[in-house]
């Protein structure tokens, strides 16, 4: 059976998992991006198996665990994929919500030593860490494995993606919202300072109390600290004065971070949807799958959402 040729509009972690996907099912398929790297909410996140900011529903549940099995498959230092304790701490016990039971396999109450100052309640589970700084390089070097080019340049309309007869998968993130005419997509802007790790191997989510909203995850060469979600704010430059609040925060529930250096600072923002997009649609003449607004929880959900992608491009 021939398969269509695909034009994939995005390489932040849900553009190049759908081209993996559907170039591994045999579809000759191109990638074009702005970016590639730096100035993706990809690069900017942290990141963890984690939901997010993001629609609660079955599929929603069933696109993270199908990509947790496949993140544990592909774990290791090449990918940048391993499991790691994660304390989540704050001043109130946190409201049990169903939803998100499962989420956080295995869980235990934080021991008194294992709390920040001003926190007093917490659990210690273990949840995959995704190392972006790894994990991108990892997924653009399968796609050109699987003979996927990726074209660096901005697209101002669907129709200027590729050529005429491909499908066309929207997965710009953010970007989305402008190509697709779509009002629902907001972007949820978070900013990271990069240090340098003296040893952590411990992520921590600070919920509630004066160190909130903060994380702190070590990943495989450095330590990620973030913390607040501005909602409907675009501006991309790191604020200076956020940053110096985040690290001092970030050494108050992490000592051992005293002295370490800045080595990196980003911007990311969310793609956050009141629903995740994935739809099929024919439009101005050209098939569209679209796959975007995975708000906070996009490396969660990316393998996931690329089969749902890809099963409807099968059907174009
Ligand atoms: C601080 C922070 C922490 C996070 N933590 C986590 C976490 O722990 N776990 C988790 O799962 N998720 C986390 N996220 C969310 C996650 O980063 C996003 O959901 C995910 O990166 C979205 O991926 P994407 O590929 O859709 O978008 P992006 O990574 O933003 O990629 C969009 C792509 O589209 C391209 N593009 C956009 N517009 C155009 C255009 N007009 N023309 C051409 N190309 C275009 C861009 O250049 C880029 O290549 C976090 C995000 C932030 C900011």
Do not use: K
Request: proline share 8%; hydrophobic share 45%; charged share 25%.
């Amino acid at each position: 059976m021939t398969r269509r040729a695909v034009t994939v509009i995005g390489a932040g972690v849900v553009g190049l998992s759908c081209a993996l996907v559907l170039a591994e099912r045999g579809h000759p398929v191109r990638v074009v991006a702005r970016e590639t790297g730096a100035g993706t909410a990809s690069a900017a996140a942290a990141s963890l198996w984690a939901v997010p900011l993001v629609e609660r529903s079955e599929r929603v549940r069933a696109w993270a665990y199908a990509t947790l099995a496949r993140l544990r498959r592909d774990a290791g230092p090449e990918t940048g994929v391993r499991e790691q304790p994660a304390r989540t701490v704050g001043v109130a016990a946190a409201t049990p919500d169903p939803w998100l039971r499962g989420f956080t396999p295995p869980l235990r109450e934080a021991t008194a030593q294992e709390l920040p100052p001003g926190c007093r309640v917490g659990t210690v589970a273990s949840i995959p860490l995704v190392d972006t700084s790894r994990y991108l390089p990892w997924l653009r070097a399968r796609c050109a494995e699987a003979g996927v080019d990726i074209e660096r340049r901005e697209v101002a309309r669907l129709d200027d993606g590729g050529p005429a007869g491909d499908v066309v998968v929207l997965a710009a993130g953010c970007g989305s919202g402008a190509l697709a005419g779509d009002d629902a997509l907001r972007p949820v802007r978070g900013q990271v300072a990069v240090l340098e790790n003296p040893g952590l191997t411990r992520t921590t989510i600070v919920r509630d109390g004066p160190l909130a909203p903060l994380f702190v995850v070590p990943r495989f060469d450095d330590v990620v600290v973030g913390g607040p979600a501005q909602d409907g704010v675009w501006d991309p430059d790191p604020d200076p004065v956020l940053e110096r609040e985040l690290v001092e925060r970030a050494v108050r529930a992490e000592p051992a971070l005293a002295g370490a250096r800045v080595v990196g600072r980003a911007v990311g923002h969310r793609p956050v949807r009141p629903e995740v997009r994935v739809a099929a649609e024919r439009t101005g003449g050209r098939d569209v799958v679209y796959c975007y607004g995975h708000g906070g929880a996009g490396v969660a959900l990316s393998w996931g959402s690329a089969r749902a992608a890809a099963d409807l491009v099968a059907l174009r």
